[in-house]
């Protein structure tokens, strides 16, 4: 919205600053954060006179959690109220990819505020049937994939892009929508998984987030993409915009849950970033460079199916609990100790993604 004001700039003047896109991300960063503080405590103040009990906590879960039991959730919308305000006042909002990242994100907000709602009505974990959840995400996944397919360049349309080998492209054909649609519901998904203990999740997603702010902006660029030898998507410079809001909110989130939590993000924070994530991955023809900066919620996902499988064909089981952080509570590490080395390795990870970039 606040790039209109560039009609206002003779080229010279304070308004030509709002062409820029890093000077728009900027804005958008401290509105989202300045927005987070700002409706933080009333948000969580609201959400604790309503909720009652607040999220149920699962009882063959890790004793510890017992404690954490009346702790409010649906403390997601923070962030996504954050985030949403922040992108319709810095972006441009005549921008095919920003759009369709705002719609996957609020798309899977909602969805994740009907599980949140259900869990906390009934006071149980079961929530919203997970096919209903499926069934929902597939179809907002399936008709952004569409979107972007239509939008990207010729050369790119329908193309899967690999990292290193810069120059190798494989034509999907009619296969890349759903594809694009399993990378979406797949990181929404994996997200939710690791969203169990207090900061744990948040910080992974803005250290993703800014790390595919950086791929966007520069897939975004013909200079920076000849120089990397990356394949040019134009107009993606825009979703840098959005990733800076989002680690605004994120960090302004965390502020309230940081271990112990006065607030958890529950399923609309959760779903709605990991969604988000996905997303950009698809606009940006960086799907599998995603496995590898969000590779911590590949491992979290990894770990719940593999758990899930072998216990049905051998009853026994892999970990000690799954999601994997739940075996390392089970194996005695503290809470802190888990959230912190995830957070480091969610920072290694990122960085190895980022390389792959002048791999060549």
Not at 201 to 226: Q, S, W
Not at 262 to 291: N, P, Q, R, Y
Not at 326 to 353: D, N
Request: aromatic residues 12%; without cysteine; glycine residues 12%.
């Amino acid at each position: 919205m606040l790039y209109l004001l560039t009609l206002l700039s003779d080229g010279g003047d304070l308004f030509n600053l709002f062409r820029y896109i890093t000077f728009r991300a900027g804005g958008a960063f401290l509105t989202s954060l300045l927005f987070a503080f700002a409706f933080g405590r009333p948000l969580i103040d609201v959400l604790r006179r309503t909720q009652g009990k607040g999220q149920p906590i699962r009882i063959d879960g890790p004793a510890g959690h017992m404690a954490k039991a009346g702790t409010p959730t649906m403390g997601g919308l923070l962030i996504v109220g954050a985030v949403l305000t922040s992108t319709l006042l810095w972006a441009r909002l005549d921008n095919a990819y920003v759009l369709m990242v705002l719609f996957v994100t609020l798309g899977f907000a909602l969805i994740g505020f009907a599980d949140d709602y259900a869990k906390v009505r009934k006071q149980n974990t079961a929530g919203v049937s997970g096919k209903v959840r499926l069934a929902i995400g597939f179809t907002i996944a399936g008709l952004a994939s569409w979107w972007a397919a239509m939008h990207h360049p010729e050369a790119l349309t329908n193309q899967l892009a690999f990292p290193v080998f810069n120059e190798l492209l494989l034509n999907l054909g009619i296969l890349f929508v759903p594809f694009a649609m399993i990378v979406i519901v797949g990181a929404a998904n994996a997200v939710n998984l690791t969203d169990g203990l207090d900061g744990l999740a948040i910080m992974p997603v803005m250290i993703a987030a800014g790390a595919f702010g950086v791929i966007a902006y520069a897939v975004g660029r013909t200079d920076f993409t000849e120089y990397l030898g990356v394949h040019y998507v134009p107009d993606t410079g825009e979703i840098l915009v959005f990733t800076m809001g989002l680690i605004g909110g994120g960090l302004g989130f965390l502020w309230y849950n940081a271990p112990p939590a006065a607030v958890f993000m529950g399923d609309t924070g959760s779903l709605a970033l990991g969604g988000g994530l996905g997303a950009i991955a698809v606009a940006t023809k960086h799907e599998i460079v995603l496995s590898i900066v969000g590779g911590l919620f590949v491992v979290e996902a990894l770990s719940v199916i593999i758990q899930v499988f072998y216990f049905k064909r051998t009853g026994r089981r892999v970990f000690l609990m799954a999601p994997v952080h739940h075996h390392y509570e089970k194996k005695g590490w503290s809470e802190p100790q888990i959230v912190i080395r995830f957070w480091i390795i969610s920072l290694i990870l990122a960085m190895i993604g980022l390389a792959t970039l002048k791999l060549r």
